[in-house]
């Protein structure tokens, strides 16, 4: 069946760092593939999103590159903010028919100034 | 304009009562979701609506678990005879398509300890 992986936190990083955290799936045909990211006393709200192989989802100066020789769809930012502290779920949509999205665990990141 | 808004924020109960959990969508949504956050755990999903369409409910864990949507608006999420297993954040989330890349917009959660 479908599923994410995506990287254990809890991350730590300093401002300005350079973030990447990984997801890579399993799936069928050509999924859809998103970042979620939920921030600290907030409810989750979708960050990017791609829809085919070799899209790029951005936003906020986060990006993800749909991969679909990789199977892989890796969050990044080239310089943090304390602001970006949240915790971010990877998440999978199968093939046209399917009723649901597959969240993964969901990574903390912490950003200290 | 509203956000989707769930009720109670917060629910202790004793293992072996029943519990009701609410979402109010945002208004005009036409689907609706539940899912469950344990604990270091991703989101678990449990129940989809769909406009009149019949819900699916392929994401219930048991039938102590049960879920309606009155006149395509808000939801209730049942669980009966609680378990200390069912302590989590229940989340409800609507979106305006039953497209999936669309996106969803999640309430807050309810947190449900079961003691």
């Known amino acids: 069946g479908n599923s994410v992986t995506q990287m254990e936190g809890p991350v730590t990083l300093s401002e300005e760092a350079f973030l990447t955290i990984n997801c890579t799936y399993t799936?069928?045909?050509?999924?859809?593939l998103f970042w979620y990211v939920q921030y600290p006393g907030e409810g989750l709200q979708l960050l990017l999103k791609?829809?085919?192989?070799?899209d790029k989802g951005s936003n906020k100066g986060f990006e993800a590159t749909y991969r679909k020789e990789t199977t892989s769809f890796h969050l990044e930012k080239g310089s943090v903010q304390v602001s970006d502290s949240a915790v971010y779920f990877c998440a999978l949509k199968g093939d046209s028919s399917a009723s649901k999205i597959i969240f993964g665990s969901g990574t903390r990141l912490s950003i200290r100034p | 304009g509203a956000g989707v808004s769930q009720s109670p924020s917060n629910k202790v109960t004793e293992k072996g009562k029943d519990v009701e959990l609410r979402c109010d969508p945002i208004s005009g949504h036409t689907a609706l979701y539940w899912y469950r956050q344990s604990l270091g755990q991703g989101l678990e999903f449990l129940i989809y609506?769909?406009?009149?369409?019949?819900?699916?409910k392929s994401g219930l864990p048991s039938d102590r678990f049960s879920a309606e949507r009155t006149g395509g608006s808000v939801s209730t999420l049942t669980i009966q005879r609680t378990q200390q297993e069912d302590s989590a954040v229940y989340l409800c989330?609507?979106?305006?398509?039953?497209?999936?890349?669309?996106?969803?917009?999640f309430g807050p959660g309810t947190r449900l300890t079961v003691t």
């Open positions: 609506f769909q406009g009149n369409s019949a819900p699916d």
């Open positions: 791609a829809t085919k192989a070799d």
């Open positions: 799936a069928t045909g050509y999924p859809s």
């Open positions: 989330a609507s979106s305006p398509s039953r497209d999936l890349t669309y996106e969803q917009y």
